[in-house]
C-alpha cells in the first residue's frame, strides 16, 4: 500500500462479536502460525476458518504489529476469487489475530516439493493455468483502490509456491500479504533486510533498486518455470549462494526439462524473468492476456478439475500423523480474551479491523 492514508481502525462492532475457536495448526513459521479452526455465531451455527496467530514477542513490537494491521486492512479490502478472503483481525492477549478464508487443499510448496521428490513436473497445461489464476491475482490486487476510489499501490513481494493455495475443487489462491505494504516500513526495518523469499526475489532488490509491480510478476515466471521443469530456479548451497544465483540470473530453458513446453511458452518466460525492467513484461494485465492466449493455442481443456486432481492424489499419497490438538492454554485464552472483547474494546483499544462485523453469510461456500 502507498505511504498516506489508511483505512482507520473501526471504534466497535455493530452486533456481538463472533467466538473463535482453535481445532488444529496447520503451519507454523518464523512469525505467525495457522490453525484450522471454527466460527462461532451467536445463533450456535459455526464455519470452517483459518486462525492466523502471529507471534507475541513480534506483535509486541511496533513496527510488526504495524505490518499485521496493515496485512488485514489489505485483506479485508481485497476481494477476488484468486484471493484469501481475511475476514476479521482482533487484538487478542498480548497477540495478533487474523479470521481468514480456509482453503481445504496444500500449498503448491508442498506440491511441488512431491514432484521434485520424483523428479517429476507438473503438466504444462496446468502449470500455465495455475500461473493464469495467479496473474489475474496479481493483475487485481497491483490495480485496487480503496473505498475512497484512491490506488492502493499494493506490491505482494512475496510471491512464491509457498503463498499460493490449491484446493480441492482446483481453485487457486494467493495468500499473505504481510509485505504488501513493506515500503511504508522498509526503513524502520533497517538496511539490507530482504522482505520475501530468497529464491523468488528479482534481480533489481538485489540490486537495491527502486521495486515495482514488475517484482511480482518475476515471481511469477520463477513460479511457473518450478512447475514445468520439477526444480528450482534460483537455490545455492546458502543464503549467500541464492542471493547471487538471483543476480545473476541465468534461466536455463525449460524445455530442456519438460518437452511439452511450447515455443510461445519459452517466449513468455524469457520476457517476464527479464534481468532487467525494462525487458520485462510489464504489467500483470499484459501477463493474463499472453497466458490466455497461449492457452488458447495449445487447444487444451484445462481448468479447476485438472487442479484438484492433483491437490487430490497428493492429499491421497501423504501419510499424515494426526495435528496436535491447540494447547489448553491457547485455546483458554482465545475464550476468554474474545468472550471479554466487547466490554475491553474502549478501554484497550482491541478492536477488530474492518467497518463491517463478520457474519456468516459473507463466507464463500467452498474452497
Known amino acids: 500500500m502507498a505511504a498516506g492514508k489508511k483505512p482507520r481502525l473501526t471504534a466497535k462492532l455493530r452486533r456481538a462479536p463472533t467466538q473463535y475457536e482453535p481445532k488444529a495448526r496447520l503451519a507454523a513459521g518464523g ?7 471454527d466460527a462461532v455465531f451467536e445463533d450456535g451455527g459455526r464455519h470452517p476458518v483459518a486462525i492466523k496467530r502471529v507471534l507475541p514477542e513480534l506483535a509486541a513490537q511496533p513496527v510488526y504489529r504495524s505490518m499485521f494491521e496493515d496485512e488485514a486492512r489489505l485483506g479485508m479490502m481485497l476481494m477476488h476469487e484468486n484471493i484469501v478472503r481475511v475476514y476479521d483481525a482482533r487484538h487478542v492477549g498480548g497477540t495478533f489475530i487474523m479470521i481468514m478464508e480456509l482453503v481445504d487443499g496444500t500449498s503448491l510448496k508442498d506440491l511441488l516439493e512431491r514432484a521434485h521428490s520424483r523428479q517429476a513436473a507438473m503438466p504444462a497445461a496446468t502449470a500455465l493455468y495455475v500461473t493464469l489464476e495467479l496473474a489475474k491475482a496479481l493483475q487485481y490486487a497491483h490495480t485496487a483502490k480503496d473505498p475512497e476510489g484512491q490506488a492502493l499501490g499494493i506490491i505482494h513481494r512475496d510471491v512464491s509456491p509457498h503463498n499460493l493455495l490449491l484446493s480441492r475443487r482446483g481453485h487457486v489462491k494467493l495468500a499473505d500479504f504481510g509485505l504488501a505494504d513493506a515500503s511504508v516500513h522498509e526503513t524502520q526495518l533497517g538496511d539490507g533486510m530482504l522482505g520475501g523469499k530468497l529464491g523468488y526475489l528479482a534481480p533489481e532488490i538485489i540490486r537495491q533498486e527502486p521495486t515495482t509491480h514488475q517484482v511480482d510478476l518475476f515471481a511469477l515466471g520463477i513460479v511457473l518455470w518450478e512447475m514445468l521443469c520439477g526444480r528450482r530456479l534460483f537455490v545455492g548451497d546458502d543464503d549467500a549462494g541464492t542471493v547471487q544465483a ?3 540470473c541465468e534461466v536455463p530453458p525449460a524445455r530442456a526439462y519438460n518437452k511439452g513446453v511450447t515455443d510461445d511458452v519459452e517466449r513468455f518466460l524469457r520476457d517476464v524473468l527479464a534481468s532487467h525492467t525494462e525487458e520485462r513484461v510489464l504489467t500483470a494485465a499484459s501477463a493474463v492476456a499472453r497466458l490466455e ?6 487447444d487444451r481443456d484445462v481448468g479447476p478439475r485438472d487442479v484438484g486432481l492433483l491437490v487430490g492424489l497428493h492429499l ?8 496436535p490438538e491447540p494447547p489448553a492454554a491457547l485455546a483458554e485464552l482465545l475464550a476468554a480474551e474474545l468472550a471479554m472483547f466487547a466490554e475491553a474494546a474502549a478501554e484497550d483499544g482491541a478492536a477488530p479491523l474492518g467497518a463491517t462485523p463478520l457474519d456468516p453469510d459473507s463466507f464463500l461456500s467452498g474452497s
Open 31 to 37: 512469525m505467525a502460525e495457522v490453525w484450522r479452526g
Open 246 to 248: 538471483v543476480a545473476r
Open 293 to 298: 492466449a497461449i492457452l488458447h493455442d495449445l
Open 316 to 323: 491421497a499419497s501423504q501419510a499424515r500423523a494426526k495435528a
